[in-house]
């Protein structure tokens, strides 16, 4: 399968540094293997995605094995479906990927985070990495047999375009309860995660699960979650000191799994 011009929407030719359409359109390819199809223009900021702070933070906690129970999860729905071609959104620096992976022939993954995708493809070389907006997916229409999407955000409309009939789209959102220990360090009012309210047009929404387990983290290991949460940015300098000097963190999760297929 080939890319696609995130501009013109013309097939890529591939390059030993480059790619390139029939309209002169050109992207770089990294030394480490990954395409860069996310144009200045599409460019929210100067360098949009997660940070390389918040990355290493990501990339320790999940090492670790913390959400492994959640990876498990998807891959074995994945395995049911044996997709020939699987993209990965908001796949980061590759710790679900490169397991997804397993259950595919050819896997793609997609960040819009550079630092991150430079990471992934440079411990993952097995999976195809490209730096590019989940709001213009840039693939054939008709193309993929298998999307994941945990926590990313997507245009639905591409999805409904690049999954072929029949196909499948995986997303895990947060459950209701998901991390409320960590939250209450922050928040006076803790909330519960709105219910599951998404609709993808052209989907059929196949099946619905919630997977919850506590854990049990070190003080580095919640403050390294916490980096990983959007509420990070809400947390004092105090909570950040109280979380790395505990002994021993109890937090819940609750993720909610939906599965969706493609209709005819």
């Given at each position: 399968?080939?890319?696609?011009?995130?501009?013109?929407?013309?097939?890529?030719?591939?390059?030993?540094?480059?790619?390139?359409?029939?309209?002169?359109?050109?992207?770089?390819?990294?030394?480490?293997?990954?395409?860069?199809?996310?144009?200045?223009?599409?460019?929210?900021?100067?360098?949009?995605?997660?940070?390389?702070?918040?990355?290493?933070?990501?990339?320790?906690?999940?090492?670790?094995?913390?959400?492994?129970?959640?990876?498990?999860?998807?891959?074995?729905?994945?395995?049911?479906?044996?997709?020939?071609?699987?993209?990965?959104?908001?796949?980061?620096?590759?710790?679900?990927?490169?397991?997804?992976?397993?259950?595919?022939?050819?896997?793609?993954?997609?960040?819009?985070?550079?630092?991150?995708?430079?990471?992934?493809?440079?411990?993952?070389?097995?999976?195809?990495?490209?730096?590019?907006?989940?709001?213009?997916?840039?693939?054939?229409?008709?193309?993929?047999?298998?999307?994941?999407?945990?926590?990313?955000?997507?245009?639905?409309?591409?999805?409904?375009?690049?999954?072929?009939?029949?196909?499948?789209?995986?997303?895990a959102t947060p459950g209701p309860r998901h991390l409320m220990e960590l939250k209450g360090l922050i928040y006076d009012e803790i909330r519960l995660h709105?219910?599951?309210?998404?609709?993808?047009?052209?989907?059929?929404?196949?099946?619905?699960?919630?997977?919850?387990?506590?854990?049990?983290?070190t003080g580095a290991e919640a403050a390294a979650l916490l980096q990983m949460t959007p509420f990070a940015w809400r947390a004092s300098t105090e909570v950040w000191q109280q979380l790395r000097a505990l002994p021993?963190?109890?937090?819940?999760?609750?993720?909610?799994?939906?599965?969706?297929?493609?209709?005819?």
């Open positions: 399968m080939s890319w696609r011009c995130p501009l013109c929407h013309a097939a890529l030719q591939h390059n030993h540094t480059h790619l390139s359409c029939p309209n002169g359109h050109q992207f770089d390819r990294a030394k480490e293997g990954y395409v860069n199809l996310l144009p200045v223009q599409h460019k929210r900021s100067r360098d949009p995605g997660d940070n390389g702070e918040m990355i290493q933070a990501r990339r320790a906690f999940l090492d670790a094995g913390h959400y492994q129970p959640l990876r498990d999860r998807i891959r074995s729905r994945l395995a049911t479906v044996s997709p020939a071609v699987l993209l990965d959104i908001g796949c980061g620096e590759g710790y679900y990927t490169h397991s997804f992976a397993e259950t595919a022939q050819e896997t793609f993954g997609l960040d819009v985070s550079k630092t991150a995708i430079r990471i992934a493809a440079k411990r993952y070389p097995a999976v195809q990495f490209c730096v590019a907006s989940s709001q213009r997916l840039p693939f054939d229409d008709n193309s993929l047999d298998a999307v994941v999407r945990i926590y990313a955000p997507c245009n639905p409309e591409e999805l409904t375009r690049v999954v072929r009939a029949g196909g499948w789209v995986i997303t709105a219910p599951h309210s998404e609709q993808l047009p052209g989907f059929t929404l196949v099946e619905s699960e919630s997977l919850a387990y506590p854990m049990t983290l021993q963190f109890l937090c819940q999760t609750d993720f909610s799994l939906h599965i969706w297929q493609r209709e005819d």
